[in-house]
């Protein structure tokens, strides 16, 4: 059984003004989702969708870890461009930053949270152990939904 994170759902929508982005994600029978948004401008879905991935992830580890974005980026690579994410883990001598990258060749929101999924995964998986060993798995909501998985 894998014990990465899923990415389970992107959606992202402006109205002009404000940019909002969910996300859901699961680990084993653990769900978790999580929202942004910001003023629409120019690119501003990669960072919503990114904060938004973030969300979901403490959602699922109760909150247990100190992740901060730092930059979301699009940048040209071969035949498709892909999203660059980088982050800061922790605080002060213990802090560490990550780095994840997902190609924008299918669908570009997707994307972002698989980019944040990219340079988390294998440095939160002791938090995930805890979180799966200590608490009982949250109902999962009702009805179908697409299955997106992560790099």
Do not use: Q
């Not at 404000?18 to 989702?33: F, I, K, M, Q």
């Amino acid at each position: 059984m894998s014990a990465r994170l899923k990415l389970e759902e992107v959606h992202c929508a402006s109205d002009g003004h404000v940019t909002v982005a969910r996300v859901r994600l699961s680990h084993h029978e653990r769900s978790g989702s999580g929202t942004a948004s910001a003023r629409t401008s120019d690119g501003i879905w990669r960072h919503v969708v990114a904060e938004a991935t973030l969300s979901a992830l403490r959602e699922i580890i109760d909150g247990n870890l100190d992740v901060t974005l730092d930059t979301v980026a699009e940048v040209g690579s071969g035949r498709y461009p892909i999203i660059v994410v980088t982050m800061a883990m922790g605080r002060g001598r213990s802090e560490i930053f990550l780095s994840g990258t997902a190609s924008l060749a299918g669908d570009r929101f997707s994307a972002a949270a698989k980019a944040v999924l990219h340079g988390l995964n294998r440095w939160i998986e002791p938090f995930l152990a805890i979180t799966a060993s200590s608490a009982p798995a949250a109902p999962r909501p009702a009805g179908p939904l697409p299955r997106v998985r992560s790099n």
